[in-house]
């Protein structure tokens, strides 16, 4: 068994209060920002998200580990979640494409767990006095000690770089007809197979790759994936996408999103609570048409920031009326917040990706 019943840890929060549960994956101390995530299946999409590097992760769907691992649903091939905080962990899961056990994974990975928690309770903390830091310890460690370790605690800034692909690769059908360039802040697999899946032949950069260096590659289109962290922590991606703007088609999905944003000289800030998980309602603003969408981000793009910088709103968050998503069609560009790739979540808006290919061959918008 990869975790016990025994309560030998805990979580302690900036405001003093403290979570008790067992321990499974991973050992040890450390310091992180605790978020939640409301979707209902996919926590191994989520732990292998790298947008969740320094994060504790708190599932409000209470059972979590009960169909196990498998091979071709990591998102990541080196997952970097900082912690899974559930309500009931499952060490022997029921599915036969399982491989693993989540715990025997977060082991493999340094990633650490805790079960038992009131997942309710801590999720509403969350909700009302928003993201803080967090430690994650034994249960005895004394709270005065523990409070201490978190005032003196600074958030690393650096975690689209250690995310970040070390060096380029490409994907995909060589005689592919187009060639798209993705600079990986952080990216999810599912959005380098929804642009496979369209014939497209797929050159993976790193987050600092500069523009000249892409443009030598001569792509197509261009798209800035997603990732974590503050998008201000990023200025070289940002001074890549500007140089790019109005050369090539550019697509920005989440992290994406915001950096293009910055790019055109807007502005972004930070959510209480962010959005993370698989029910959120966005609207198409030229369709009208409601998408429900897969989310996970802690920034916002702010809409009076875009005066003036050629960008307009294209969708809206239903729930609590955000930017998901921005167009410049004179510059050939637009992205939205949210993940059209889902994994997981819903696919309503895997038509952004045909969106990007009609772009580049310099066609219409498909509906």
């Given at each position: 068994m990869t975790g016990s019943s025994e309560i030998n840890r805990k979580i302690i929060l900036e405001d003093g209060t403290e979570y008790y549960g067992s321990s499974f994956g991973a050992g040890g101390d450390r310091i992180l920002e605790i978020v939640f995530n409301t979707s209902m299946t996919g926590y191994q999409e989520i732990m292998s998200d790298p947008s969740y590097t320094d994060q504790a992760v708190v599932m409000t769907y209470p059972l979590i580990g009960n169909y196990g691992m498998a091979e071709d649903d990591y998102e990541s091939l080196s997952p970097s979640v900082g912690a899974l905080v559930v309500r009931e962990y499952n060490d022997e899961p029921s599915n036969f494409r399982s491989v693993a056990t989540l715990g025997e994974v977060m082991v493999r990975f340094g990633i650490a767990g805790i079960s038992g928690v009131d997942t309710r309770k801590l999720n509403r903390s969350i909700r009302d006095f928003g993201t803080r830091k967090a430690l994650l310890?034994?249960?005895?460690?004394?709270l005065c000690d523990g409070l201490a370790r978190l005032r003196e605690h600074e958030q690393p800034?650096?975690?689209?770089?250690?995310?970040?692909?070390?060096?380029?690769?490409?994907?995909?059908?060589?005689?592919?007809?187009?060639?798209?360039?993705?600079?990986?802040?952080?990216?999810?697999?599912?959005?380098?197979r929804s642009l496979k899946k369209r014939g497209c032949r797929v050159t993976v950069v790193p987050w600092n790759t500069t523009a000249?260096?892409?443009?030598?590659?001569?792509?197509?289109?261009?798209?800035?994936?997603?990732?974590?962290?503050d998008p201000a922590d990023v200025p070289e991606t940002a001074k890549t996408a500007a140089a790019l703007i109005g050369r090539l088609p550019v697509f920005g999905i989440c992290l994406g999103h915001q950096i293009l944003s910055l790019a055109m000289g807007a502005k972004t800030y930070k959510l209480k609570f962010g959005h993370r998980g698989g029910n959120h309602p966005v609207r198409d603003l030229d369709t009208g048409r409601i998408e429900i969408t897969s989310q996970n981000h802690s920034y916002a793009v702010d809409e009076e920031s875009l005066a003036g910088t050629g960008l307009k709103v294209t969708h809206r968050n239903l729930l609590d009326g955000t930017v998901e998503g921005v167009s410049c069609p004179d510059a050939h560009v637009f992205s939205v917040q949210y993940h059209p790739e889902s994994s997981p979540g819903p696919e309503d808006s895997g038509y952004l990706f045909d969106r990007f290919i009609g772009m580049i061959n310099g066609g219409d918008r498909p509906e």
């Open positions: 310890t034994s249960a005895g460690t004394p800034t650096d975690a689209v770089s250690r995310v970040s692909c070390s060096a380029p690769f490409t994907e995909g059908d060589p005689g592919a007809g187009i060639s798209v360039v993705a600079i990986d802040c952080g990216m999810k697999r599912g959005i380098i000249e260096e892409i443009l030598s590659l001569a792509p197509d289109g261009v798209l800035i994936s997603n990732g974590p962290g």
